[in-house]
């Protein structure tokens, strides 16, 4: 006999033009870490927040240990033991770790609050759990994944017997990601149920006992026992239809060097933060750079697209030094894939054709001396959307009517049909969906071959590793390590991102071991 | 996700147009529930604002005299705000040109008319563009607010010029505050014989087609719609902020010049202190109303002219003071500013709608 600690049958949500759910039976075993696996907007989060109260559901019920439920809110939840870590945390900045977990705590009996005993309570979590944590920092002092730690313990500390975690690696290095898979390890030991959304496939097959699958807001697959899921299986029902994602292909050779970076340094406010960069960019090459977020990779890409003015240092593009602002980057063929794409890459209020010639609007492609050549633009626009396999219904739509994945492909038309001599990409596919991701993997896998000197910046490690020739990896604004790629294994990569170095590297360095 | 994407222009445009009729109903019904606890009676007013503003030729007339200042002025806060900027100043702008037109038309060259009037015209626009370019150029070069800016302007342009027509430009012997009277070869050509309707409405119209055409057409008018919706994003493809904020806070002083000097070439033939009963902030209703479309100015612009020549009419005989127009014209901006209200009204009413036909939707969207 099998026992269910959730139990959700036939739910429906409908929002004004869109079912995000429909019709999704869902149950998890207690004890169970279940993977709930779909692409962005296939509607898992919105089906674990119809459970976790925070979103109404239009139909269906909800069983929480066999008995029927129906929450309201949240703390309806919570109290029936179930806790939820939101992908954007809610912690207080400037209390302690303690402080943080047992907020709310105080308002039972505000005469009376035992700080002491409740700080007692969370270190018993902390020991418990084998979380690696100090109860006594301030959680502004923490990194991410330290913070995500301080909303598990939260979610326990109330007593949750059913944890849902929203795509918890996404912030994560690999050396944090082993931390949490621990953890989760041993919340399924003492008998916790464990519900991780995630798109990550990988991640899913590592840690999971079963899970289930959702795409367009229906219930694919649910329940798989792990055994019977690969990775490619996952894929296929998450996307509908076969993803080649593990396969690559390396630069068979390169030409000469286009973009030269020479001890490149900026500071802000606070000090330096890109130290004596030096970087080469060949024809035909992708040099990677893995890092994580905030090490410098903001400025480096600014400073290699005229957006920020370097303290110190040189860029030269074949030999010539590059210097002015984002126009004269451009104009001397210096392409650019920003990192946030609805910030800097397009403006989300105009539409396809004013998007598709943006960074190119003095181009003589697009237009004369005053007048926009509109014909050319149209035409352009058409090749654009067909050739990229752009959804969208004419180049008239606007632009926050697009998928990430098909805004992510507007940007990337319009820089590569550019034919850019260097391009800067930066986050790439972040927050795009597995297909989208494949195709813009394949152009620009293609553009490299076909010549192109690319400068791959990205927070996602796997894509750094499939695309890169060259991997270098970036830790607090220095380039700690340059290879050609595969020599470096992901845990290796991992400790460079974290830590700057390997472990032992030091040792090593003394000359004292061989 | 999100919208379905096949019908999104069209929806969008008549979105925007429900909801401008719809905040000025709103704002019509509450001008008559106040007209109500006044005292007064709201079928009589409106009777009366009708009468004044379309009831008869004359009535008519008297409503494009007022609609042509009002399509200016309203072409230059919608032109402003195409770049994201907020142009508060347009009154005293306004002033500037129309002293700038009075002091050219004024000046006897021995010009034959089509140099005159033209000269005079572009007198007036440089003047009204060159005090709205100080607070681009104060924005473009110490990142000054421009709200603060332009709205302070205002009291500067104000007092100056009453101290011009009250001064140096007030001709002898002349009990009016104002300057000399324009020549003949400066005036605007009069439509209707002793009426204040000339050929300025013409350059009205046909400069809403103009500005349409700039910002739709045109490079500088592409990149000010670019750093208006997106300044990152514009700065990032190299589009000069700077530049774009100078230039568009001239065009847009420029355009509420033309106010003045179609009041001083026209209307009146002469600049007379106080002369516009706000035409300058007016231009904020009219502009609202269009919703951002310059093609529309027109009919915003005629319908707050229609307001305004009916309400001189209402003091007359219903004994309603004249700032009921006012009062009109404001809650249409508040209910414009309103988008929400009406978003709120729409899915109310869409409730019913049945799922297959929604999971249709989405499979659109998709």
New interface residues.
């Given amino acids: 006999m099998c026992q269910y600690d959730i139990e959700m049958t036939h739910i429906t949500k409908q929002y004004p033009l869109v079912l995000a759910v429909d019709d999704v039976s869902f149950r998890v075993r207690r004890g169970e870490v279940h993977a709930l696996v779909g692409e962005n907007g296939a509607g898992k989060t919105t089906l674990m927040k119809i459970l976790y109260g925070m979103t109404s559901k239009n139909g269906g019920e909800i069983a929480i240990g066999g008995k029927p439920v129906n929450f309201k809110k949240p703390g309806d939840a919570i109290a029936a033991g179930i806790g939820m870590v939101h992908q954007h945390f809610q912690l207080t900045p400037v209390l302690t770790v303690a402080e943080n977990v047992v907020v709310g705590e105080e308002r039972q009996s505000w005469w009376n609050f035992n700080r002491k005993k409740a700080i007692d309570a969370v270190d018993e979590i902390i020991r418990e759990y084998g979380f690696k944590i100090d109860a006594g920092r301030r959680v502004g002092d923490l990194s991410v994944g330290e913070q995500q730690r301080v909303e598990i313990i939260k979610a326990l500390y109330r007593g949750a017997q059913i944890l849902i975690l929203d795509e918890p690696t996404a912030v994560l290095t690999p050396q944090e990601v082993d931390e949490l898979f621990k953890v989760i390890d041993r919340m399924r030991s003492l008998g916790k149920t464990v519900v991780i959304i995630t798109h990550k496939l990988k991640e899913a097959m590592a840690i999971s006992d079963s899970a289930s699958v959702m795409r367009d807001g229906k219930m694919v697959k649910a329940g798989v026992p792990i055994a019977q899921c690969s990775t490619d299986l996952l894929a296929k029902w998450m996307v509908g239809r076969d993803i080649e994602l593990d396969s690559t292909r390396r630069a068979q050779q390169f030409g000469e060097t286009v973009l030269e970076v020479k001890g490149l340094c900026c500071r802000d406010r606070h000090g330096p933060v890109l130290k004596d960069i030096n970087l080469r960019i060949r024809a035909g090459e992708i040099l990677g750079i893995a890092g994580v977020e905030g090490n410098g990779q903001t400025e480096l890409i600014e400073a290699l697209t005229g957006l920020r003015t370097p303290e110190s240092g040189q860029v030269l593009l074949r030999g010539e030094p590059l210097t002015g602002g984002p126009l004269q980057f451009l104009q001397k063929g210096v392409g650019h894939v920003p990192e946030d794409r609805l910030a800097r890459g397009l403006i989300k209020d105009l539409n396809i054709r004013e998007n598709l010639i943006l960074g190119y609007q003095w181009s003589d492609r697009f237009a004369g001396r005053f007048f926009l050549k509109m014909n050319d633009i149209t035409a352009f626009s058409r090749k654009v959307i067909d050739e990229y396999r752009i959804k969208a219904p004419s180049e008239k739509a606007l632009i926050s009517a697009l998928s990430g994945g098909n805004q992510q492909k507007v940007i990337i038309g319009r820089v590569f049909e550019e034919n850019p001599q260097v391009i800067i990409v930066a986050q790439p596919t972040r927050g795009v969906d597995i297909g989208a991701m494949e195709y813009i993997h394949e152009v620009l896998l293609n553009l490299r071959d076909a010549g192109a000197a690319i400068l791959l910046i990205s927070a996602d490690l796997d894509e750094v590793r499939r695309l890169s020739d060259t991997l270098a990896v970036l830790y607090e604004g220095e380039i700690v390590t340059e290879t050609p790629a595969d020599t470096l294994s992901e845990q290796e990569i991992g400790m460079y991102m974290l830590s700057g170095k390997m472990d032992g590297e030091e040792v090593l360095a003394d000359g004292k071991t061989a | ?6 019908r ?2 069209l929806a969008h445009s008549a979105n925007t147009a429900i909801q401008s009729v719809g905040a000025l109903l709103i704002a019509l019904i509450l001008g008559a529930v106040i007209l109500l606890l006044t005292g007064a009676n709201p079928l009589g007013a409106y009777g009366a604002i009708l009468k004044g503003s379309v009831g008869s030729v004359s009535a008519f007339i008297n409503t494009l005299v007022q609609t042509t200042p009002l399509m200016f002025t309203g072409l230059s806060y919608l032109f402003a705000a195409k770049a994201g900027l907020v142009n508060l100043g347009m009154e005293g702008q306004m002033l500037c040109g129309a002293m700038g037109a009075a002091v050219a038309g004024a000046w006897n060259l021995g010009l034959p008319k089509f140099i005159h009037l033209p000269l005079a015209i572009l007198v007036g626009v440089l003047a009204g563009g060159l005090y709205g370019l100080i607070a681009g150029l104060l924005k473009a070069k110490f990142g000054a607010n421009e709200y603060i800016v332009t709205l302070m302007l205002n009291y500067v342009a104000t007092l100056l010029m009453s101290y011009l027509a009250n001064g140096p430009l007030r001709p002898e012997g002349e009990i009016n505050v104002a300057t000399a009277p324009v020549l003949e070869t400066a005036q605007f050509t009069k439509l209707v014989k002793n009426r204040g309707l000339t050929a300025a409405l013409f350059i009205a119209v046909t400069l809403s087609v103009l500005v349409h055409f700039f910002l739709d ?4 008018g ?2 000010i ?2 750093v208006g ?2 300044r ?9 902020i700077a530049r774009t904020t100078m230039l568009t806070m001239f065009i847009s002083g420029g355009l509420a010049a033309m106010a003045g000097v179609s009041m001083v070439l026209g209307v009146n033939g002469r600049y007379i202190e106080g002369f516009s009963p706000g035409y300058g902030f007016n231009g904020i209703a009219v502009s609202s109303l269009a919703s951002g479309n310059p093609l529309m100015v027109g009919v915003s612009a005629l319908i707050f002219g229609a307001l305004r020549a009916g309400a001189m009419v209402l003091n007359m005989t219903q004994r309603i003071r004249p700032e009921f127009a006012d009062m009109i014209q404001a809650l249409v901006v508040i209910f414009v500013a309103m988008p929400a209200l009406f978003q709120v009204v729409k ?1 109310r009413a ?1 409730k019913p709608e049945t ?1 297959p036909a ?2 249709a ?2 499979k659109e ?2």
């Fill in positions: 996700m999100g919208k379905p994407l096949n999104s222009k057409r045109t490079k500088p592409y990149e719609r670019a919706r997106g990152l994003a514009s700065e990032t493809a190299g589009i000069n899915t869409k799922e929604k999971a939707e989405k969207a998709n």
